[in-house]
């Protein structure tokens, strides 16, 4: 992905740690906003909240709105209620992957109770074939989860666009 233009699930504290280029402030609600870039997205909280934030970032993916993004989330039981997730890349850790919380005294290391996933929407430009895309992220989290795409994943993002503005009232 290279560099991380946008985390709409951040703030000044935690920014620290993702290092986006912008963060929303306070007064904004980055769930009624446009995103630009590329995106990380790492929602706090359970399924609910974790699908509205998912939810968002494949509209804004889907879009336009934002060149590529990696969504991370520790509400596993979003594989269920979201199955979208099967339309991407995705990694699942071998371990829980252990997060920071920010507290007065700085950051304390903080071990979900579930598994996670990593969800990966490469770049929508055309210089870097579709092939590449999934390999890039393939190479990057190998090493650390079980990454898995199906026929539909990867091969023609141009397919998945027309397929969903084709079937999005059908629901």
Known sequence: ????????????????LVDATSVPSVEVNALQEHWQGNCFVAPKGAVRNTKLWLDKTISEYRNGFINSFVFFT?????MRSA???FDFPMCIPFKRIKQLRATSKGFEPVSPST??????GPPVDTVISDVDK???FYNSFRDIGRVTYNEWAGDNWQRDLEYYEEHKGDV
Not at 11 to 16: G, I, P, S, T
């Open 1 to 16: 992905m290279g560099s991380i233009d946008f985390d709409p699930t951040s703030d000044a504290l935690q920014q620290v």
């Open 74 to 78: 520790s509400a596993s039981e979003i």
């Open 83 to 85: 199955p979208v997730l």
């Open 115 to 120: 598994w996670n996933i990593i969800l990966y």
């Open 134 to 136: 999934v390999s890039l």
